[in-house]
C-alpha cells in the first residue's frame, strides 16, 4: 500500500499525510482497509471516510465496494516488537537476531537488535531497507532501528567485550589479591591455575556435601555469559552476606572447563571488591504493571503429599516468600541450548499458593534423546512464546521471592542470560537449592538426584523431568526437609 499511500498525497496536497493504510483485507463482497491515525485525527479520518473510501478503492482498482477500519491504538512495546519479529522471521539469514528484538515506546519508538559483522554487511543490502519500508507502512511517528555489531560465538552472539578488565578501588574481602588486571569471564575456556576473573556478584547459595562438609556457591556474570564459583574458606566470609549481591568482584582461583556445559568453574581461595572499566551491573527493574503471557494459576493438589505438611509450628527458614523454578532445555550447554519449558510455584509461609508455567519456543530443533527423556516435542513448542516474551511475567511473578531450584547452578545461568539479554536482571536474589540442602535433612543419603531426594521423604513425583510437575516436587521437599531440620534442632 505504500505507492498508493504516496499517490494518493500526492493529489491531494499531503491532506492525508499522518494517516497509513497498512493493509486491507478481502470479504465475499468488500475490500476492507485499515486506515492508521492518531487519536487526534480520528474525527477527520471519520468525515473523510467516504472519500478516503472512493480514492482508495480507485488506486487500488478494487472490483469491490472499499470501506475503512479506523484504527487509533496507540502502539506499545509488546506488539511493535511482535511486528517486527513476525516481519524477520520472512529473512532466514537474520533469523538468529529474532531473540536479541527488543522495542521501546517511552518518548519514542526504537527497535534495538544484535547482528555480527557479516550479518549487518548483508543486511544493510536488503533486509534494513525493507524493515524501514515496512515500519513507515504501518506506524505513523518514526520508528527509530538500533543495531549493535556483536562478536560471533559458538553460542552465538555476544557484545564485544574486553578480554581483561583494568581494576580500581581493588578490596579484599579474604585472601589477597595484588594486581590491577583479571580476566573477562568469556576467555575462560581452559583450566588454569591461580586465574583471577572479575564479574558481577549473584546466586550466593549455601551447600552441606554427602559427608556433611559445609561449602557455598556462587556467580559471576559479565553481560549474558557467566562463572560458577565454589568457595569452601570459612575465615568468617560467607558468600549469602547480603552485601555482596550485584557487586563487582575479582576471584582468583584454580578454574575447571567444562567443554559440555560452556562453563567454567573455579574453586576460589580470594575474593575482593572492586570497580572494573566498563563493566557494570544489570540496573535492577521494578516488575510489569501487569501479566502479558503466562498468567500464575491458584495451586490446587488433589492428593496429600507428606505428612511433613502438618501444620506444626512454622520453622524461620520456611517465613516468607519463595519461588520454585525449573527449566527443561534443549540440551546442557549454557551456549548452545535454550529452554522448552519453564515451571515453578509459589511458596507463601511454608505452603504452595500459585504456579507458573509455560512452553518456549527454543527456535532450534530438540534432539531425539532430550524428546525421549522429557516427552516435549517440537510440536509442542512451535508456536509457543519465546524465552525473551515469558521473562517479563516470570520476573514479576518472582519479584521480592528467594528462588529454589534442584540443582540451582544448571537453571540459574539459563535464567541470568536470558534476562540480561532482554533488560529482566534476576542477579538480585537469594537463592536455594535442594541438593545442598539435602544432606542435612537425610544424613547418609548418596545420591542427590530430585528422584532420590524425594523418595527418601517419602514424597513421589509422577511427571519426571517435566518442568512444572519437578518444580512442584521440588517445592513440597524443601517445605519437607525445613520441617525435619527444624524437629531436630528441638
Not at 38 to 67: M, N, P, Q, Y
Not at 116 to 122: I, P, R, T, V
Not at 413 to 432: A, E, Q, S, V, Y
Request: aromatic content about 10%; hydrophobic content about 40%; charged content about 25%.
Amino acid at each position: 500500500m505504500n505507492r498508493i499511500y504516496n499517490e494518493i498525497n500526492a493529489e491531494c496536497g499531503d491532506r492525508y499525510k499522518n494517516l497509513r493504510f497498512p493493509r486491507v483485507e478481502f470479504g465475499a463482497n468488500k475490500a476492507t482497509v485499515t486506515v492508521l491515525c492518531k487519536a487526534s485525527d480520528r474525527e477527520f479520518v471519520a468525515a473523510e471516510r467516504a472519500e478516503l473510501a472512493r480514492i482508495i478503492g480507485e488506486k487500488c482498482g478494487f472490483h469491490t465496494v472499499a470501506e475503512l477500519k479506523i484504527d487509533d491504538t496507540p502502539p506499545d512495546a509488546k506488539s511493535l516488537r511482535a511486528a517486527v519479529v513476525a516481519f524477520t522471521e520472512k529473512f532466514s539469514y537474520v533469523s538468529s537476531t529474532l531473540h536479541t528484538i527488543t522495542a521501546s515506546t517511552d518518548g519514542e519508538l526504537v527497535v534495538r537488535m544484535k547482528m555480527h559483522d557479516s550479518m549487518l554487511e548483508l543486511a544493510r543490502a536488503d533486509y534494513l531497507p525493507r524493515l524501514e519500508e515496512f515500519l513507515s507502512n504501518n506506524y505513523i511517528d518514526p520508528v527509530r532501528v538500533d543495531i549493535s555489531a556483536v562478536a560471533l560465538t559458538r553460542g552465538g552472539m555476544t557484545e564485544a567485550k574486553p578480554n581483561e578488565y583494568r581494576l580500581v578501588d581493588v578490596k579484599p574481602i579474604v585472601g589477597e589479591f595484588t594486581g590491577d588486571r583479571a580476566a573477562a569471564i568469556h576467555t575462560v575456556t581452559a583450566n588454569g591455575y591461580n586465574v583471577a576473573v572479575c564479574g558481577v556478584f549473584a546466586m550466593p547459595t549455601e551447600f552441606v556435601s554427602k559427608g556433611g562438609r559445609k561449602y557455598e556457591k556462587f556467580l559471576l556474570y559479565d553481560g549474558e555469559i557467566s562463572v560458577q564459583c565454589r568457595y569452601t574458606g570459612g575465615e568468617g566470609f560467607s558468600v549469602t552476606d547480603p552485601e555482596l549481591m550485584g557487586k563487582t568482584l575479582c576471584v582468583v582461583g584454580n578454574a575447571e572447563y567444562d567443554s559440555v556445559r560452556g562453563e567454567a568453574n573455579i574453586s576460589v581461595r580470594a575474593v575482593s571488591y572492586c570497580r572494573a572499566e566498563g563493566l557494570n551491573a544489570a540496573p535492577v527493574r521494578k516488575p510489569a504493571a501487569k501479566y502479558e503471557r503466562v498468567i500464575p494459576k491458584d495451586y490446587a493438589e488433589y492428593v496429600q503429599s507428606s505428612m511433613f505438611d502438618a501444620k506444626t509450628d512454622l520453622p524461620p527458614a520456611l517465613k516468607g516468600e519463595f519461588v520454585v523454578f525449573d527449566f527443561e532445555t534443549t540440551g546442557l550447554s549454557i551456549l548452545d541450548d535454550r529452554p522448552t519449558e519453564l515451571g515453578a510455584v509459589k511458596i507463601v509461609d511454608g505452603e504452595i499458593t500459585q504456579s507458573f508455567s509455560t512452553f518456549i519456543d527454543p527456535r532450534k530443533e530438540i534432539p531425539p534423546e532430550v524428546v525421549e527423556k522429557t516427552g516435549i516435542t517440537n510440536e509442542m513448542v512451535k508456536g509457543q512464546p519465546l524465552f525473551e516474551d515469558v521473562l517479563p511475567d516470570f520476573h514479576k511473578f518472582t519479584y521480592g521471592c528467594g528462588l529454589i531450584g534442584h540443582n540451582i547452578s544448571f537453571d540459574f545461568p539459563f535464567l541470568i542470560k536470558g534476562g540480561n539479554g532482554c533488560g529482566w536482571t534476576f542477579g538480585d536474589r537469594r537463592t536455594f537449592d535442594t541438593m545442598g540442602l539435602a544432606p542435612l535433612a537425610v544424613p547418609g543419603i548418596q545420591k542427590l538426584t530430585l528422584s532420590n531426594v524425594l523418595e527418601s521423604l517419602g514424597l513421589t513425583n509422577a511427571s519426571a523431568h517435566r518442568a512444572w510437575a519437578d518444580a512442584a516436587a521440588t517445592a513440597r521437599a524443601f517445605v519437607a526437609m525445613h520441617r525435619i531440620i527444624a524437629e531436630k534442632k528441638r
